[in-house]
């Protein structure tokens, strides 16, 4: 099968899983055991990544900035350019990708464990469906704890940025503040929350996917994890343009 | 002669350009225990997977306890899975839970039974299978067939009318293996347990089974008694009961 039957392979079966996880999500039983089992493997052991990344970014676009606005005499405009860079489109869009690699491979590497050695049919013989089991608690555990993190990566990032501009270009705190919350509105931060929810459900889709589509044992399965972290990227990139163009749009 | 309850009509299977199932046909009776022979990639395996829908045939009809498991959707096919278990090769234990917790998990999934109770009933399933004092601990901590006898136990919560067992022996000690077929002989006796076994256990098919059926390039080429396995049975059967140690 070439590339493009593969993508068109890919795609049916991400849609098709996705549109059974939906009807499931809003329906009983939930699996609770297994949702909070999944909200502390994919949010706390999380945490360190994403706060790292978005401190390092919010400290380069800092820099960065001054250096460019610097050339116009604006660098009092720091705060506002970090904070809008990092919440409408950095913090979310960085969050997933290092989620995305993260959870998402693990999610394909567990599934995909459990499909090579059956236990993904013994889900299915002792009359339980894997969807349900396997695919909604981490759906929900996902879609729940990303855009947690990428509210407290926002927050660090703009803790980076704000370090940037105190002690290398000596901006006062509180005016770094005070520019950082006048220029945030209301369609900045929904926007930012809503990228991370349909992210959330593109990241445990996709590696539920190929995890159980996972075949042949270890070979099968690493196969199924980098795929999964390779589908997951380009598919945040490009489901981020048609958000923000929707966004736009509105 | 007693009711068939597994009933395999023309079925034929195949995976891309291998032909693994070329329109076998098959009787079970209830209450019988089958063995099921072949070489190892012959398709033994697909055909018990066939008989609780976890594989759909190409073609042909399968019908179980009255149920058109050939036709059926997956959801469709849940009160059947109530009352046919299959016990994986490997067992396929969940990792990411203690035993009891596999044991319990049919009986959580289906059966809501007060905590004591679902203690209870798993304990009494763990001392079916000879292990107790095992409960909290993970399947990594387990021997292989230790694994194997928590996966009968398991196979066993819902009493089940048809037990599908796929190499229940293999990779196990004599004196394990020969606990595990005193288990299905004792399922048989007392409950009247349906039991279709794949095997390559020789000294496990002539302690369990009433009939052999022996599947040679996709198609059964015997169907009859161990007896009649060993003796007249065509060549490539006896040879396979010859190598197991059983001559005619």
Redesign the interface.
């Known amino acids: 099968m070439g590339w493009t039957g593969s993508l068109l392979r890919q795609v049916g079966g991400v849609t098709r899983l996705a549109c059974q996880a939906l009807a499931r999500m809003f329906t009983r039983p939930l699996d609770v055991r297994e949702t909070i089992r999944q909200l502390d493997r994919i949010g706390v052991g999380s945490l360190n990544l994403t706060n790292i990344t978005a401190l390092f970014t919010g400290m380069v676009l800092a820099l960065q900035t001054a250096y460019a606005l610097g050339k116009f005499g604006a660098r009092l405009y720091i705060g506002e350019v970090v904070a809008l860079s990092l919440v409408r489109e950095l913090g979310p869009v960085l969050t997933a990708l290092m989620v995305g690699g993260r959870v998402g491979s693990g999610i394909a590497a567990e599934i995909g464990s459990m499909a090579v050695t059956e236990q993904v049919d013994a889900i299915r013989s002792m009359a339980a469906d894997p969807v349900r089991k396997l695919v909604v608690p981490r759906v929900w555990a996902t879609v729940a704890m990303l855009p947690l993190l990428t509210i407290l990566a926002d927050g660090m990032g703009i803790f980076g940025g704000l370090l940037i501009g105190v002690f290398q270009e000596g901006l006062s705190p509180t005016f770094y503040l005070q520019r950082t919350a006048q220029v945030l509105t209301f369609d900045d931060l929904w926007l930012g929350l809503a990228k991370p929810v349909m992210f959330a459900f593109l990241i445990a889709v996709i590696g539920c996917y190929n995890g159980l589509s996972a075949r042949g044992g270890a070979d099968g399965v690493g196969r199924a994890t980098t795929h999964t972290v390779y589908v997951i990227a380009i598919s945040v990139l490009i489901f981020d343009f048609f958000i923000t163009k929707l966004f736009l749009a509105l | 002669m007693s009711e068939p309850v597994i009933l395999l009509h023309d079925v034929t299977k195949s995976f891309g350009a291998k032909h693994v199932l070329r329109g076998v046909s098959l009787e079970i009776e209830r209450g019988a225990t089958v063995a099921l022979l072949g070489a190892s990639g012959s398709g033994k395996s697909v055909t018990l ?1 066939t008989v ?1 829908g ?1 594989v759909p045939p190409d073609r042909g009809e399968i019908t179980v306890l009255g149920y058109p498991v050939s036709t059926m959707s ?2 469709a ?6 009352r ?3 016990l ?3 067992g ?5 839970m203690s035993v009891f917790d596999n044991v319990a ?2 009986l959580r ?2 059966d809501r039974l007060e905590p004591a109770e679902l203690r209870e009933r798993v304990d009494e399933l763990l001392a079916m299978v000879r292990l107790e004092d095992v409960g909290s601990l993970q399947p990594s901590e387990l021997s292989g067939g230790m694994r194997k006898r928590v996966a009968v136990a ?1 196979a066993l919560a ?1 009493e089940p009318e048809i037990m599908l067992y796929d190499e229940p022996t293999t990779g196990l000690d004599p004196v394990t293996g020969g606990a595990i077929a005193d288990l299905i002989v004792d399922l048989d006796r007392r409950f009247g347990v349906t039991s279709l076994v794949v095997t390559h256990d020789i000294p496990l098919v002539v302690r369990v089974a009433e009939r052999v059926v022996f599947l040679h390039d996709g198609e059964f080429i015997f169907s009859g008694s161990v007896e009649a396995a060993r003796r007249e049975a065509p060549d490539p059967v006896r040879e396979f009961f010859a190598a197991g140690g059983i001559h005619a």
């Open positions: 997977k609780n976890l997956e959801a096919l849940t009160p059947l899975r109530r046919v278990s299959y994986f090769q490997g396929a234990l969940f990792d990411s998990y049919p999934e289906h398991r819902l």
